[in-house]
Structure formats: C-alpha cells, structure tokens
C-alpha cells in the first residue's frame, strides 16, 4: 500500500462556485421541502397566520397574494427549516444556508446560531415652549380628571345604593365601617341613602326626556350655505359644562366649504341688541358673519374654541380654526361689529362683506405652514391655548394658539408613528390624550403629557375617518370608511362596542356635552349616505335618523344646552338644523349641579 502523497495541493473555491454550490443546494432543499409541505401544518386563522410569519421574520403579504397564497407561502417556510433541520443534523449539510427561521431564540440545537429581532427606540430633545406645554397640560388634566372621577364615584355609590341591597353593596366596598355608624355619609344613613338614589334617578328621568326630546326631532330649518359645497361643521361650547354659563353665552354654528371660506350662524340666540335705535332679534341659521376668502382651495376640516369662562377679554368672543387642502391651516377670531347692520337680511350668494355689515366680524389672526401634504382635521385642546391638525404627509403637529401670527405658526410639536395619512383626530376631554387616525385602519392614542403612544387600536377593515372621545373619559368613538362605528374601552385597551351604522363612509361623530343637560348621553353621526343618526351611550341603539339632505352629508355636530339641537352640512351646499321646539332647562336644571366657575377654573390651573 502506496503511502499518501503530502505534495498534494488543496485549492480554494472560487466566490462564484461557492455561489453556484450553495444555489444548487437550496434547489435540492426546495425540491424535499415541496415534497414534505403537505405534511407540515399552519395555522388557519388570518391572524395566527399574520403572527406566524412575524415570527419567522416574513412579510406579511406580498403582492397580489390571497390569503390561500399566504398559507401556501408560509406552508413552505416551515417546510424548508424542517428539510433543513434534519440534514444538519445528519451531518449533509455545513454551516447556516439562507433558510427563514424562527426569531424566539437566540441559538439553536447544534450551536446553529438565529439571529434576533432587535427593536430600537428613538428620542427628539424636546423644546422649552413644548416642555412648558407639556407642564401646563399636566397640570389642567389633573384638575379634570380629579373632579370627572369623583363626579363618576358619586353616581356610582348612588347607583349601588339604589339599585342593590345592603348586601350588594358591601362587594363595591361600601362599608357602614369606613364612615362610622353615625356618619352622614354612611350606607345605612337613611338621609344619605335618599340625597343619593335621589340624584340617580333625577339622572335616570332626565335620560329619559332627553331620549324622548330626540326621538320627537324634527327638521326646524335650513339654509342654503355656500355656492360651492359644505364640506365642515362645528359649534360652539362652554369648557366648564356649567348650564348656567352656557345659557349666558353667544350659540355660533360655524361651517367651511370648497370655496375656502368660513361663515358663522346663529346657533338658537337671538343675539340682539340696540342697533341706531332699533332693536332686532335673529332667527336660527340666520348668517352672523362671513369671510369669503380664508383660503385658497377647499377646506377639510373646521372647529371653535370652547369659551373659558374664567377669562373676561371682550375683544374677541371665540375663535375658529381651519385646515385645508392648501397646505396650511389659520385661526381667525370671531369679535363684535360695532358697525353692524341688522335691518337687512342678507343673501349668501350675493354676498359681499365690504357692502353688508355683518353683526360679527370674522378675521385671520395666525397662518399655520409646515405640513408637506394636504391637511385633513384640526382640532383645539380643551384648554384653548393649542391646536393640532393632520396631514397627508403621514404626521401630526400642535401648534401654539398665542404666539402664533400670520407670519407664521409656532410649531410645538411635529409627530410622526403612522405609516399611511393621518385623518382624524381628537382630544381627550381632561386634556391629557389625544387620538389620531390613517388610512390603514389604524387608531393611535397619545400622551400629551409624556409624548409617548399610549396605546394603540387595530379592527377596522379600511380607512378610519374620525375620531372622538366621550365625555365620561374612558371610552373613544372611531369610524371611516367601513360604515361601522367602533367603540373602545381606553381602561381596559379593547373594544367594547361595533356598531353597523352606515352603509357608506362615516364623515363625522360627536359626542353630547357634558353639561347637566346633555351629560353625553348620545352620540351622533353623519355620512355619505345621505343622513345623520343619533345613538344612545347607554346601550347603542339608533334614537332617530335625521333626513333632508340631497347628497352626502359631510359633517354633524350638536348644540350646548338643554335644547339638544343637532346641525348638519351637506354636499348639497345646505345646513341643516334638527329640534323638537322643547325647552327642557327647567327640567334639567336639577338634575346634578356643576361647580362654580372660578372654583372648577382655578382647580385645573392650579400650580
């Protein structure tokens, strides 16, 4: 026997015969892995089949794929690894080929290393003005929240007290021990049980005449617009929820068209007053004020400062924010024409504010440029003192109301997190969230105070439109284009309510006020589908359908006080005004009573 010959020269592979064997390789391993595929076993489910392939690190879907293709696709996957799998392990194959594997562990059986998702967090230093935001936020949603959660506690031991046993009541942790056998405030008080199952029931009754008011509604008047279609809608309120101060205030209905203008209506007031002598008295939707040119192509979304109580300023009444497909939104202030002429009444298409004095003047006061793409939504924080528009340029941005100008917008924040166009968007009513929609179906929900993503909703099948929470503070309202309205639960971040209430895209929800005679307790919504419905927060039922609109019905929204009245724009260039003619503040007046202004002021700015 011949020795080995130690002269032998072993020569390296070239890199494209490396490439050629390792291809050749993953082509026997393809062919096995069809072979083994009908055996391998996948979920069925469309969700466990979109988790699985997070899992081994593959898209969710390509293109043009069903999602029988998905399964098949995934089926092969699971395939590949276990052909692979098994050839490691019989030693016919060296090292790691490109095969998808799953991302739970960091090393395999036989030392196979598997890489691991990594997951990385970014922060943005934060200026001094939106730390300052941020603080002053913190501090007014603390004050609201405080008195809306013992609002919520008082209704619901007077709910158990009312509604259950003694007994019963000992399992919400009601006990005769924690307030003394002769305390005031003591379950088995028999004045403190009356004081409160008196107050549940006065709230009870006054659900009932609301329901009632609403069910009896009817079209009370309409007004045609604009010449160019109605494309928004908005009313005014009163932060405070106090009927008192809401009766003492000024009722505008704002609305914004495809013309680029804003005009203000008379939302209920007579808002009369001694004009060279005379004395005359508007009618509902009779215009207030106009201003024909605010921008210059279609506005998209339109909404009114609430009125702060605390603050006496006379010189101007309220303000009006707009966004528009131009790319900017503006803020125009809403003041008193001294000059105004009240004789004549005044025809909208003829229009024109040089020749017709209008009671109330409407002018620009800021001009917010920065959004790379058509805006969407605007929306003021409950405190007045900022405001946040949506874009198709996939962000989100607050602005600050007060120093701002027409040179330019002060910019507070500019927010990014959704992969498609930001639509919707809504504050909380304590002022500490704020919850934005795309047109992925995706709703997100922002700490202002923090600046991070409290949580996040995924369940519509398409674009989400709108967005609006409740007065109660815990629950958010979202709709779009699936004509669902979908309720969410914020405490416990799933939803608790789907309600099939269109057949065509949703344009808008608003919630009822939470004054004492509205105290949220109906939800309404408008549509493509040529109507507007009102819900009960109670139980989600339809109360009525509101007709009288030709077209589609671009925005709703509803009236402070205790008159319940709800306004609607169309495409058919109408605004429309629902009521039943009844005046229930006698009725309601009792029903809770709200703190006094100063007192609820200075609580929430309290620093």
């Not at 879907?61 to 490691?88: N, S, T, Y």
């Not at 107050?199 to 609301?210: S, T």
């Not at 927010?415 to 909380?428: I, K, N, P, T």
Request: proline share 3%.
């Amino acid at each position: 026997m011949s020795a080995p010959n130690k002269n032998v020269e072993y020569l390296e592979l070239t890199k494209d015969s490396l490439v050629a064997q390792q291809s050749h390789r993953f082509l026997l391993l393809d062919i096995e892995a069809r072979k083994r595929a009908a055996t391998v076993d996948v979920p069925t489910l469309p969700n466990d089949v979109r988790d699985t392939l997070r899992t081994w690190g593959e898209p969710i879907r390509l293109f043009g794929e069903d999602l029988a293709a998905i399964r098949d696709r995934l089926r092969m996957v699971m395939a590949r690894w276990e052909v692979w799998r098994e050839q490691q392990e019989q030693g016919l194959v060296e090292g790691q080929m490109q095969v998808p594997m799953p991302m739970q562990t960091v090393s395999g059986e036989g030392g196979v290393a598997v890489s691991e998702e990594i997951t990385e967090i970014t922060y943005t230093h934060a200026s001094p003005e939106l730390i300052n935001a941020r603080k002053l936020m913190c501090d007014y949603s603390l004050g609201r929240s405080r008195y809306r959660l013992e609002m919520e506690r008082q209704r619901r031991t007077g709910m158990v007290r009312w509604t259950r046993s003694k007994k019963r009541a000992r399992l919400f942790n009601i006990d005769k021990e924690e307030d003394g056998d002769d305390s005031t405030g003591s379950l088995y008080n028999e004045a403190s049980l009356k004081e409160e199952s008196s107050l549940v029931k006065k709230l009870d009754d006054n659900c009932e005449k609301i329901y009632k008011s609403i069910r009896n509604q009817a079209l009370e008047g309409s007004q045609y617009g604009d010449v160019r279609p109605l494309s928004a809608v908005c009313t005014s309120s009163v932060s405070t929820g106090n009927d008192a101060t809401v009766g003492k205030m000024p009722k505008f209905i704002a609305t914004g068209g495809w013309s680029g203008g804003i005009k203000i209506w008379n939302g209920g007031d007579d808002h009369g007053g001694s004009q060279n002598g005379t004395t005359s008295e508007a009618a509902p939707l009779d215009l207030l004020g106009a201003k024909n040119i605010v921008h210059e192509d279609r506005i998209m979304g339109i909404a009114m400062k609430s009125y702060i109580t605390s603050i006496t300023s006379t010189e101007s009444l309220t303000m009006v924010a707009s966004a528009s497909i131009d790319l900017s939104a503006k803020l125009c202030t809403i003041k008193l024409n001294e000059e105004a002429n009240t004789g004549d009444s005044m025809e909208v298409e003829n229009l024109n504010t040089k020749d017709n004095k209008l009671r109330y003047n409407i002018e620009e006061c800021a001009h917010l440029k920065g959004h790379a793409a058509r805006l969407s939504s605007v929306a003021f924080h409950p405190t007045g003192k900022y405001v946040a528009t949506t874009s198709f340029d996939h962000t989100w941005r607050l602005w600050d109301v007060e120093t701002s100008s027409m040179a330019g917008g002060k910019e507070l924040l500019l927010q990014d997190g959704h992969a498609r166009e930001v639509y919707g968007v809504g504050f909380h009513p304590d002022g500490s969230l704020v919850a934005t929609t795309d047109f992925g179906g995706v709703v997100q929900c922002w700490d202002l105070r923090t600046g991070k993503s409290a949580c996040h909703f995924l369940g519509h099948a398409k674009r989400v439109i709108c967005s609006e929470f409740s007065p109660n503070g815990y629950q958010l309202a979202t709709a779009g284009d699936d004509g669902t309205i979908k309720i969410w639960d914020l405490r416990r971040r799933r939803p608790s309510a789907s309600i099939p209430a269109h057949t065509n895209l949703i344009t808008q929800l608003k919630f009822a006020h939470s004054s004492s005679s509205q105290n949220g307790e109906f939800l309404t919504s408008s549509s493509f589908d040529g109507t507007g419905k009102i819900w009960s927060t109670r139980d989600w039922k339809l109360l009525t359908s509101l007709q009288g609109h030709e077209g589609k019905v671009m925005g709703i929204d509803v009236l402070d006080g205790p008159r319940c009245g709800v306004v609607t724009c169309g495409f058919d260039k109408t605004l429309n005004f629902g009521n039943d003619g009844t005046d229930m503040s006698s009725a309601l007046e009792e029903a809770t009573r709200a703190p006094p202004t100063d007192t609820f002021y200075n609580a929430n700015h309290d620093t």
